[in-house]
């Protein structure tokens, strides 16, 4: 009687660490002083947002830098700035956030 054991079986946990959102929010702001977005996107695991978001803003500051010779860049590039600051922070927040609901929901202990 051959008895080999059963083969074991392997589970692989991954572990995720939790994320905040106000930390997503914060990495948007900071770096966006210095004309930089998408950060907090990245932060969030969102990497194609992110740097559609990045580099889609400079494209939008590089025209505004051109139309800065018509003077209408002027009014344009503080404009594009302030939507984004406004604008990126919240959508990280929020993508952070719906990936990773338990970090932002309170939790509860029952005795």
Do not use: D
């Not at 990126?88 to 005795?111: G, M, Q, V, W, Y």
């Amino acid at each position: 009687m051959n008895t080999t054991p059963p083969p074991v079986q392997q589970v692989h946990h991954y572990y995720y660490p939790q994320k905040s959102g106000g930390t997503a929010a914060l990495l948007e702001v900071l770096p966006g002083l210095f004309q930089i977005f998408g950060i907090g996107h990245l932060y969030a695991g969102n990497v194609v947002t992110g740097l559609l978001i990045m580099f889609g803003y400079w494209f939008v500051l590089f025209i505004n830098i051109l139309l800065s010779f018509v003077f209408i860049g002027l009014f344009t590039g503080p404009l594009c700035w302030l939507i984004a600051m406004i604008a990126s922070p919240l959508i990280a927040a929020n993508s952070c956030n719906a990936r990773f609901p338990a970090a932002s929901a309170t939790t509860r202990t029952f005795e």
